[in-house]
Nanobody, 111 residues
Framework: QVHLVQSGGGLVQAGGSLRLSCLASGTIFSTDAMGWYRQAPGKNREMVAFISSYGNTNYADSVRGRFTISRDNAKNTFDLQMNGLKPEDTAVYYC?????WGQGTQVTVSS
């Protein structure tokens, strides 16, 4: 069993930055990959960024170069630093570890 608690997010103007954090508790393996997804109104949930246990990262084309995913295995946390935010980044963001999801955090970018 894994429990994920998200923090961060909120309202920001276009071009601004936000940081999302996800704290994991429970049975966590060092081999677990961790990721961030988002879901905008009327759209499917999509992958934003992923990080392997080795620190290898993968990003959606729409955020590459603006977002950075990181993890701290000692603290069981993984973060998403979002820079250069655009109105189209507005969505509810979710962290994912194996099949477990965080509670979701609203990110709203005003133009």
């Amino acid at each position: 069993q894994v429990h994920l608690v998200q923090s961060g997010g909120g309202l920001v103007q276009a071009g601004g930055s936000l940081r999302l954090s996800c704290l994991a508790s429970g049975t966590i393996f060092s081999t677990d990959a961790m990721g961030w997804y988002r879901q905008a109104p009327g759209k499917n949930r999509e992958m934003v960024a992923f990080i392997s246990s080795y620190g290898n990262t993968n990003y959606a084309d729409s955020v590459r170069g603006r977002f950075t995913i990181s993890r701290d295995n000692a603290k069981n946390t993984f973060d998403l630093q979002m820079n250069g935010l655009k109105p189209e980044d507005t969505a509810v963001y979710y962290c994912l570890l194996r099949s477990y999801w965080g509670q979701g955090t609203q990110v709203t970018v005003s133009s």
